[in-house]
């Protein structure tokens, strides 16, 4: 079945490798924090003045104005720093940014993203997402498969406007995790108890699938 939005976040964490300097976006990306692997140190910089990121805090560490990039109370990792946003642009615009991790309302097959705006809906905008796109080394998309309607959203040419052209690498769904590369969505593995004929069925975009597609570990 599909995954929840604890469970993506976890695999998106399996992502993440010792000693990364790593932004998460609103949403999803967020919760990875509460998900590093034992055995690996990373950095978490939120787009607002913090790197150094913990998990989300109990009730008795919460802090008011220790807060990510969404408005979300955090902690503060051990060795942490707190800074100006400009200073945190200039550490993404600087290429400084291991990884980014962020969601999205379309990926297509080109690695372009489409995420800060639908015409005729109020949404929150840009926010950072376009300096990230531009300054990570690697950048993974998060998202469901489809929308609400069963519409895909990994599509052959995005429909909205873009955030960044030709720069996604991989994106994990609550179906699939899928690398983008030649012009092509290939998937590399499977939600537990999700078929590939489901996946190639909410997949708009030209999808490569190999003989045999593991399930994920999450």
Known sequence: MALN?????KRVAQEFCDGDYINLGI????????YVPKGIEVMLQSENGLLGMGAYPTEEQVDADMINAGKETVTAATGA????????FAM??????????LGAFEVDSQGNI??????????KGMGGAMDLVAGARN??????????????????ACTLPLTGVNCINRIITDLA?????????????RAPGVSVEE????????????????????
């Open 5 to 9: 939005r604890e469970q993506i976040a």
């Open 199 to 218: 996946i190639v069925s909410k997949t708009a975009g030209k999808l490569i699938v190999k003989e045999t597609t593991p399930e994920m570990q999450v």
């Open 81 to 88: 720093s707190i800074f100006s946003s400009a200073e945190s």
């Open 92 to 101: 993404i615009r600087g290429g400084h940014v291991d990884l980014t991790v």
């Open 139 to 156: 950048i993974i998309v998060t998202m469901t498969h489809a929308d609400k309607h069963g519409n895909s959203k990994l599509l052959e």
């Open 27 to 34: 949403g999803i990306p967020t919760l990875a924090a509460n």
């Open 114 to 123: 489409a995420s800060w705006m639908i015409p005729g809906k109020l949404i």
């Open 177 to 189: 995790v899928l690398e983008v590369k030649d012009g092509a969505f290939h998937l590399l593995e």
